[in-house]
C-alpha cells in the first residue's frame, strides 16, 4: 500500500524499496534511505500523475511517493492545504548529476570494452590467416 498523496507535515512514512523506478531506489540509497526506515514528511508535491515526497531527514531532495507506505498506527492528515512552500522543482541536485557522471563513466568504459573486442577480433583473425599483428 502506498502512502497518501496528500500527507500533511509530519506524517510518518516508511521506504519500502519496492515500487518506483531504479532511479527512484538509486536515489533514495545515495540519500541515505533504508528499507524498513521510517521518515517524516516535510511536504508532498503532488502533479497530475505523480507525487514527490519531501522529507524532513534529507533536505532538499524530492522522492517518488510510490516508494514510500503510510505507517500503521498514523492517521494520514488530509489537509490538502498543508503541502508546504509552493512546489519549485529543484534539479535534483547532486545525486542526479552524481548518477549521470557515474552513467556516463560506465558508457565511456563500455565503448572502450567494445573497440577493444574489435581489435582482438582483428588481431586473432590476422594471426588465423598468417599475417600476423598489423
Given at each position: 500500500?502506498n502512502?497518501?498523496?496528500?500527507?500533511?507535515?509530519?506524517?510518518?512514512?516508511?521506504?519500502t524499496?519496492?515500487?518506483g523506478y531504479d532511479i527512484?531506489?538509486?536515489i533514495?540509497?545515495?540519500?541515505g534511505l533504508?528499507?524498513g526506515?521510517v521518515?517524516t514528511?516535510?511536504?508532498?508535491a503532488v502533479?497530475?500523475?505523480?507525487?514527490e515526497v519531501y522529507?524532513e531527514?534529507?533536505?532538499?531532495?524530492?522522492?517518488?511517493?510510490v516508494?514510500f507506505e503510510?505507517?500503521?498506527?498514523?492517521e494520514?492528515?488530509?489537509?490538502?492545504?498543508?503541502?508546504?512552500p509552493?512546489?519549485?522543482p529543484?534539479p535534483q541536485?547532486?545525486?542526479?548529476?552524481?548518477?549521470?557522471s557515474?552513467?556516463?563513466?560506465?558508457?565511456?568504459?563500455i565503448a572502450?570494452?567494445?573497440?577493444d573486442?574489435r581489435?582482438l577480433?582483428?588481431l586473432?583473425r590476422n594471426c588465423r590467416?598468417?599475417?600476423?599483428?598489423r
Amino acid at each position: 500500500m502506498n502512502m497518501s498523496t496528500h500527507a500533511e507535515h509530519g506524517a510518518k512514512v516508511r521506504y519500502t524499496g519496492e515500487a518506483g523506478y531504479d532511479i527512484d531506489h538509486a536515489i533514495a540509497g545515495k540519500s541515505g534511505l533504508k528499507v524498513g526506515g521510517v521518515y517524516t514528511v516535510d511536504f508532498a508535491a503532488v502533479g497530475r500523475d505523480w507525487t514527490e515526497v519531501y522529507l524532513e531527514e534529507v533536505k532538499g531532495v524530492g522522492f517518488n511517493s510510490v516508494i514510500f507506505e503510510d505507517v500503521p498506527g498514523e492517521e494520514p492528515r488530509l489537509d490538502k492545504d498543508a503541502h508546504g512552500p509552493p512546489f519549485k522543482p529543484e534539479p535534483q541536485s547532486s545525486l542526479v548529476t552524481a548518477l549521470q557522471s557515474e552513467l556516463a563513466e560506465k558508457d565511456a568504459r563500455i565503448a572502450e570494452l567494445e573497440n577493444d573486442s574489435r581489435r582482438l577480433d582483428t588481431l586473432l583473425r590476422n594471426c588465423r590467416q598468417g599475417r600476423g599483428a598489423r
